[in-house]
């Protein structure tokens, strides 16, 4: 009784922490792209009107 009830656990399980995964990737991708956008165009009065 065991084996199936640790299959149902995995298979609850995986999808979770696949989509935590891609949340957490997506935040930190995101952060450095912003950053990086800004070291890019300093100075540009474009960025005042994001804010």
Known sequence: MAGPIAIVIVLLLIPVL????????SA??????VRDAE?????????????
Do not use: P, Q
């Open 18 to 25: 696949v989509l935590m995964g891609g949340a957490i990737a």
């Open 28 to 33: 930190v991708l995101g952060h450095f792209f």
């Open 39 to 51: 070291a890019r165009h300093e100075g540009s009065e474009l960025i005042e009107l994001n804010r």
